[in-house]
């Protein structure tokens, strides 16, 4: 595991579950760590806005479903009325997943899943992940000085023949803060845009649900990959949270690839695998899109697309959650322009336009 920086102070961390054991275990948790603290915990939204007031932590914890008012309707409107770095840990079911999708693109900074059993021993097991994570919302914690509010996205013109959309290929890496981003990038997208391959570090249980909701948001299809799959103009492939996905080619026809291979980077799916495998097969085809997202997974992928003959972009820092895959890879020059990510669809269908 790639691991944040430690503060120079300790984080204040409010802690809002329902459960009185997972507030316990979570305040154990947090204490046991030297560079954080748990400075209170509520049972519910209500009772933890006057916390919130008074204490002005640096890092919320949020479990979804609770008394009084649900976890989802108390983010929207605290990102609305005070917006900071909300990290969600909540059961790991079909409607959690759901739940979990929909708080990201609320501005929840990443989330965690309960264990289904042995609850207390389970969540000491996540002890490290657990502080992990709340190092990386302290870190994003500057993003959340003005609103998440998502401005309206206008979906880009077709690009009808001004390009050979089957010879080309989006190849798009993202991490901690990646839904959002990839969603932003995504939804602006026509519906004859190049194929496009994705790999976001994300759970198994979530792909799936996560390319669900974008396929009923955007112009373009999208799916979680299968494997061996022709990949096609206005398609999306999304590799599951269980396996890698690769870029190969059939004859004229590039096509998805799974593997089961172990992690690179302390991921699987990595960005480093799937773009190594786009510089070996796409060359000079191939759009690189690197998003925010914590490490440096990716980076040495994206040098060899670029080296291949790609041209590459990198969300900038300013509209990054986390800035570490990006700044990686812009310095060891793998990187040909750094855009913000409302910008990030124009800046690659110009460049395809141009390049076609």
């Keep these: 595991m790639t691991i944040s920086k ?10 809002i579950d329902d459960s009185a054991l997972i507030r316990s275990i979570l305040t154990e948790v947090i204490n046991s760590f030297p560079d954080m ?13 006057e916390m919130i007031k008074t204490l002005n932590p640096d890092v919320l914890t ?7 008012m649900d976890g989802l309707t108390f983010l929207e409107k605290l990102m609305r009325l005070h917006p900071m770095p909300v990290l969600l840990i909540s059961s790991m079911t079909e409607k959690g997943s759901e739940a979990a999708l929909r708080s990201l693109e609320l501005g929840a900074v990443g989330f965690l899943a309960k264990p289904k059993f042995g609850i207390a021993e389970g969540m000491r097991d996540y002890a490290d992940t657990i502080a992990e994570k709340i190092r990386v919302a302290f870190q994003a914690r500057s993003k959340f000085r003005i609103s998440r509010t998502p401005a309206f996205r ?9 390009i050979g959309t089957a010879e080309k290929i989006i190849a798009v890496g993202a991490s901690t ?14 519906a004859d845009a190049p194929g496009i391959v994705i790999a976001q570090h994300m759970p ?23 494997g061996n799959e022709h990949i096609l103009p206005g398609h999306a492939y999304i590799a599951p949270g269980h396996s890698h996905l690769l870029l190969k080619r059939s004859g004229k026809n590039y096509m998805t690839e799974l593997s089961q291979t172990p992690a690179v980077n302390h991921h699987r799916p990595s960005v480093e695998v799937l773009f190594r495998s786009v510089a070996l097969h796409g060359g000079k085809n191939v759009i690189g899109v690197m998003l925010t997202g914590m490490g440096k997974d990716g980076a040495i992928g994206m040098m060899e697309m670029r080296q291949a003959g790609a041209y590459n972009f990198a969300q900038d820092e300013a509209t990054c959650v986390v800035y570490g895959m990006p ?7 793998a990187v040909n322009e750094s855009v913000p990510i ?3 669809a124009q800046k690659v269908l110009q460049r395809l336009i141009s390049n076609g």
């Design 6 to 15: 430690i503060p120079s102070r300790k984080i204040n961390v409010l802690i």
């Design 37 to 49: 603290q748990a400075v209170v915990a509520a049972s519910d939204p209500v009772q933890a806005k």
């Design 342 to 344: 409302h910008e990030m």
């Design 177 to 190: 803060g990646g839904t959002e981003a990839i969603r932003e990038f995504l939804i602006r997208l026509p």
């Design 204 to 226: 198994e249980a979530f792909t799936k649900s996560f390319a669900s909701r974008l396929n009923s948001l955007c112009k373009i299809t999208v799916k979680e990959a299968e």
């Design 62 to 68: 949020l479990d979804v479903e609770m008394q009084h």
């Design 327 to 333: 700044k990686e890879a812009v310095a060891i020059g």
């Design 154 to 162: 206008e979906v880009l013109p077709a690009l009808g023949s001004r």
